[in-house]
T-cell receptor
Framework: RKEVEQDPGPFNVPEGATVAFNCTYS??????FFWYRQDCRKEPKLLMS???SGNEDGRFTAQLNRASQYISLLIRDSKLSDSATYLC????????????FGRGTSLIVHP | SQTIHQWPATLVQPVGSPLSLECTVE??????LYWYRQAAGRGLQLLFY??????ISSEVPQNLSASRPQDRQFILSSKKLLLSDSGFYLC????????????FGPGTRLTVL
């Protein structure tokens, strides 16, 4: 089993739709979680960190489910500009500074 | 604020030629530094990371090497490029001693012909 897994997609949704992605991780000791956005031929950019209590930033909501070992990203009212690849990253505890990245989920928002 | 620079942005090199990619970070001290490669349609592959000057850890044995001659400078090199070295090379930094967020540079797109 891969350490961090994501459905590669693509998720093809119309503008205004709500879409959610999951990212599963295998290391139960994982402590830090992140979502990155990567546009085509660009570097990944931090979208948001994922806290135990979940967090929300505008149309984006990230949640952590420790029992089932996954994090999720919910995008409401999708915009054309949301089209990108969304990468999750997971850091283990114990002073690790090397995250494990998923391979990303591709989102295409169409008119 | 912190910024990370990489150059060149794009590079086309023949097989067997040498390589030198540079990454510098501004606005922070003692960062952790990382080199990743992302092949077309693939995930991020960690190549090297460094927790200090002269301290390099290699994740994947290959014909690449890394050096950190200064605190905020990280260099990726090769003596002889292979076709399989083509890809998108990303430098990243994080706060030293913290299990914290990584921030990526703009990347170098390398094509080996």
């Amino acid at each position: 089993r891969k350490e961090v897994e994501q459905d590669p997609g693509p998720f093809n949704v119309p503008e205004g739709a709500t879409v959610a992605f999951n990212c599963t991780y295998s290391n139960s000791a994982s402590q830090s979680f992140f979502w990155y956005r990567q546009d085509c031929r660009k570097e990944p950019k931090l979208l948001m960190s994922v806290y135990s209590s979940g967090n929300e930033d505008g149309r984006f909501t990230a949640q952590l489910n420790r029992a089932s070992q996954y994090i999720s990203l919910l995008i409401r009212d999708s915009k054309l500009s949301d089209s990108a690849t969304y990468l999750c990253a997971v850091l283990a505890s114990g002073g690790s500074y090397i995250p494990t990245f998923g391979r990303g989920t591709s989102l295409i928002v169409h008119p | 604020s912190q910024t990370i620079h990489q150059w060149p942005a794009t590079l086309v090199q023949p097989v067997g030629s040498p390589l030198s990619l540079e990454c510098t970070v501004e606005g922070t001290s003692n960062p952790n530094l990382y080199w990743y490669r992302q092949a077309a349609g693939r995930g991020l592959q960690l190549l090297f990371y460094s927790v200090g000057i002269g301290q390099i850890s290699s994740e994947v044995p290959q014909n690449l090497s890394a050096s950190r001659p200064q605190d905020r400078q990280f260099i990726l090199s090769s003596k002889k490029l292979l076709l399989s070295d083509s890809g998108f090379y990303l430098c990243a930094w994080s706060m030293r001693g913290r299990t914290d967020t990584q921030y990526f540079g703009p990347g170098t797109r390398l094509t080996v012909l």
